[in-house]
């Protein structure tokens, strides 16, 4: 077998359960088809690099599982008596965008049934002050933010704690969202705590963008269309001094990170010029409010990709994804 037919199977092998029943099984000719796209002599470095990051990126069905399974016991938040603790819980239901919160918890009602004999649904009881927000991962902040501001203007309680989860959470977005939040709970009068919890935490703080574990360019590319897109109005990238992985360890060495950084933003550039249905904040590294090449995460969740992730990952039509998102 070639290294490229090896890179090609260990890379479809990595991501089997996406999106899992609702699109076809990825296959080594399935990511073949996505790799095409990029000119031939990076096409297996590329290869090379995606096979690494995705074993720490890539979040399947059964480490989810275990993240939850864990969380139910864990002591740390469920004390010496986790039953107790859960059955006095209750879970928000209250995400305004797409189905991630749902079947987070349904996962998440699957381990507390196996531990405890309880479902999601028979948690809380009449007067709950502890309660859950389960979701897979936090990007910018903005989902959280808006949900959570929603509920402490209408539902809340005047007194409470609320244990923020998620898979995967960026450590800028938290920031973000953290401070908003307390401002919101302050504005309502109510005395509202939180805690986060997660499973990666990922640097992509602004102030620590030389330790980031995201696509953060060293330079911008020098093809004429990318430094055209950069160069627009509102534009100043912030650019990472070469030599770091990030703490995390996501990608294999400065050498392979820069190609994705670069490959993926000179393919994103393009790709926004051949699709005509992309909304201005849709980053050529994904999606950020704010004018950036783009917000630069490599997490990708069984259920979706998200679409802060570069547009090179999951972008269609006529350009072909890796994986195929499915949109709120």
């Keep these: 077998m070639s290294e490229r037919n090896r890179l090609l199977e260990s890379i479809a092998s990595k991501i089997a359960d996406y999106r899992a029943g609702e699109i076809p099984l990825p296959s080594s000719t399935h990511v073949d088809q996505w790799i095409a796209q990029f000119p031939q002599p990076v096409q297996q470095p590329i290869l090379t690099e995606m096979e690494h990051v995705l074993a720490h990126t890539y979040l399947n069905k059964a480490s989810v599982e275990t993240f939850l399974s864990n969380l139910v016991k864990n002591p740390k938040m469920a004390c010496t008596?986790?039953?107790a603790f859960w059955r006095g819980v209750k879970f928000l239901r209250i995400q305004g965008g797409g189905n991630s919160q749902h079947d987070m918890l349904a996962l998440l009602s699957v381990a507390l049934q196996k531990a405890c004999g309880l479902t999601v649904e028979q948690?809380?009881?009449?007067?709950?002050?502890?309660?859950v927000y389960l979701d897979d991962a936090l990007f910018t902040g903005n989902r959280?933010?808006?949900d959570i501001s929603g509920w402490i203007n209408s539902a809340a309680p005047q007194i409470a704690h609320v244990h923020i989860i998620t898979m995967g959470l960026?450590?800028?977005g938290q920031y973000y969202a953290k401070g908003?939040?307390?401002t919101v709970t302050k504005s309502a009068g109510k005395s509202i705590t939180f805690s986060w919890r997660h499973a990666v935490g990922i640097e992509?703080?602004?102030s620590y963008t030389d330790t980031s574990d995201v696509l953060r360019p060293t330079i911008i590319p020098s093809?004429?269309?990318t430094q055209a897109y950069v160069k627009g109005p509102g534009f100043a990238p912030t650019l990472r001094n070469p030599g770091g992985i990030g703490g995390k360890g996501f990608f294999s060495s400065e050498q392979g990170r820069n190609l994705l950084e670069q490959e993926f933003l000179k393919s994103g550039v393009y790709i926004r010029s051949i699709c005509p249905h992309l909304g201005i904040y849709q980053r050529p590294l994904g999606n950020m409010v704010l004018q950036t090449p783009g917000f630069g995460s490599m997490i990708v969740t069984f259920r979706n990709c998200p679409n802060n992730a570069p547009l090179t990952l999951w972008a269609g039509n006529p350009w072909y994804p890796l994986f195929a998102r499915k949109t709120n």
């Design 144 to 146: 959280i933010l808006t």
């Design 123 to 131: 948690c809380g009881g009449s007067a709950p002050n502890i309660f």
């Design 170 to 172: 960026h450590l800028g």
């Design 180 to 182: 908003k939040i307390d």
């Design 204 to 206: 992509d703080r602004k």
């Design 223 to 225: 093809d004429p269309a």
């Design 81 to 83: 008596d986790p039953c």
